[in-house]
């Protein structure tokens, strides 16, 4: 038999709870439209909210020649969406912000907000340049050619991104839209994007409802991987090179500080407090590390606690004065803190 230390697999054992619990919701609670269905909303019937958020954002698009030309809500998605989209006369591209809650029944609401900037071609290939910070677990449509870029927030960047990319494919026709093709283009390629997932075996219509797409165990099981996977999502490099300087540096950092120039404040409070100084030094270790989780939190949200518990997990593991059961517990409480950051700023972000 494996000598596996029993905190190992007890990590082993909740991944294979994520898949058990996780696999069911997804396949059974999950499902995508066949057809979308809109609906054109004023300006009166968008929230205070949104007010600001387009107020802030329009000027910017029109100093690039965009002006805004319809507003849509889904009406029969699971979450809720609204999609500006900007148009210019001179330009084949348009410019879609994308507000959105995305969320199974009984799994939440999670508010996702971006910028796409799209060209379409007369031979159907389609190149989209994004800002969206959630990987696809589903899969692109061959001659969907999409640069992510995640962490570019300033659209006129955004925008010359896109366009770099499409002085190589003009050979391939761009082709100028008008607002009333909207509605038009998009079933048209939600379409053909419906009937790939099918092939790929990612989709299948629901038996109840043939209108309806559920997902697949493949799907499910890139659904599952996905969310266990630090470096997907909204991770970028500077993301990634400030977490470890807050997940890893700091808290080793503190370890050698309290354990050596700085040993004198756990002295301190354990005889104020008549604790053990192992007790005080976890407990200082526990405040130094909400600090770290309420700021890695800020940066990852939907991978904040798998972030914070992964970091601070290995470094208590390694190098901590305690054994795995304050590794484990420091861990999750880190990464408790960084879900609870998390939380608050999506409901920041949250538009619709």
């Not at 000027?59 to 507003?71: N, S």
């Not at 508010?111 to 990987?135: K, V």
């Not at 899969?139 to 366009?163: F, M, N, W």
């Not at 976890?282 to 939907?302: D, E, P, S």
């Amino acid at each position: 038999m494996w000598d596996v230390p029993w905190d190992v697999g007890l990590f082993g054992v909740v991944v294979l709870a994520f898949f058990c619990v996780g696999l069911p919701l997804i396949t059974r609670r999950v499902s995508v439209p066949r057809k979308i269905d809109f609906e054109v909303v004023s300006g009166d019937d968008l929230t205070p909210e949104q007010t600001r958020y387009f107020a802030d954002l329009d000027p910017a698009l029109l100093e690039m020649g965009y002006r805004p030309v319809g507003d849509r809500r889904t009406l029969n998605m699971q979450g809720r969406a609204l999609i500006r989209t900007y148009m210019c006369d001179s330009d084949p591209a348009i410019i879609m912000m994308n507000l959105m809650t995305s969320g199974a029944a009984g799994a939440g609401e999670h508010p996702m907000n971006y910028l796409e900037i799209i060209t379409r071609y007369a031979d159907g290939t389609i190149l989209s340049t994004r800002n969206a910070e959630i990987s696809n677990v589903l899969e692109d449509l061959p001659a969907h050619v999409i640069q992510e870029q995640k962490g570019t927030r300033d659209p006129a960047k955004l925008k010359l991104a896109h366009d770099e990319r499409a002085r190589s494919l003009v050979i391939h026709g761009p082709l100028y839209s008008r607002p009333e093709e909207f509605v038009q283009a998009f079933d048209d390629f939600h379409e053909r994007w419906c009937l790939h997932q099918i092939e790929r075996g990612l989709l299948v219509p629901r038996s109840d409802d043939p209108r309806q797409l559920r997902p697949t165990l493949k799907a499910g099981l890139r659904g599952i991987a996905n969310f266990l996977n630090p470096v997907a999502d909204n991770f970028t490099l500077p993301r990634f090179s400030l977490a470890v300087v807050l997940g890893l540096v700091v808290p080793v950092a503190a370890l050698l500080w309290l354990g050596g120039p700085g040993s004198w404040v756990v002295a301190r409070a354990a005889a104020a407090t008549g604790l053990s100084p192992q007790a005080c030094l976890t407990a200082c270790l526990a405040l130094i590390l909400t600090g770290v989780g309420a700021l890695v939190g800020h940066l990852f949200l939907g991978k904040a606690f798998i972030w914070s518990f992964l970091m601070t997990y290995v470094v208590l593991r390694l190098i901590g004065p305690a054994g795995a059961w304050t590794a484990v517990a420091l861990g999750l409480w880190t990464g408790i803190v960084a879900n609870w950051t998390a939380g608050i700023r999506e409901r920041h972000q949250k538009l619709v």
